[in-house]
């Protein structure tokens, strides 16, 4: 997997940023193998090398990747404008009211992702099953579509 960057691979970078979207990944493949009724297991990290981009060999989340590298990085340049502006928000004081009625379209608009993982993983479920897995989806997805970082085909 390759991860673009902008940044440099420091100890910082590497456990608030790089770290985290790895977890989110983790707990992504997870939330499918639960739907898919196997048993979760952990993400291998198998290397991680300096680039640009970010190198990570990964073992275990083949169909999370998949989702990131289709419908994860269509939602993301869909939602670019949003994107863009949250991260402003990370940097500036705006206006409380109108921060919480942009979040709540936000996180409205990763709802919707979360459905979209749910049709491609193609799960035959419940209503009460689906609203508990697009719940589970949102935390990483959160993580996922608003990072700095995104997947990337690996060229030779």
Partial sequence: VAITSVSRLTPHYLASTVAPYLEAIEKLQGVIDSIK???PHDLSVQAIKQGPPIWVSLEGASETIHLLRTVVSAWR???ADKLSKAAQLLTEDENPKSDKEFKAALR???????KEILAQVEAKLSEKEQATYEE???EPLAVLSASPLKVVPKTT
Avoid at 108 to 114: C, F, H, T
């Fill in 136 to 138: 589970w989806l949102l």
């Fill in 37 to 39: 009724g196997r048993k």
């Fill in 108 to 114: 409205s608009a990763q709802a919707e992702l979360a």
């Fill in 77 to 79: 340049s869909q939602h």
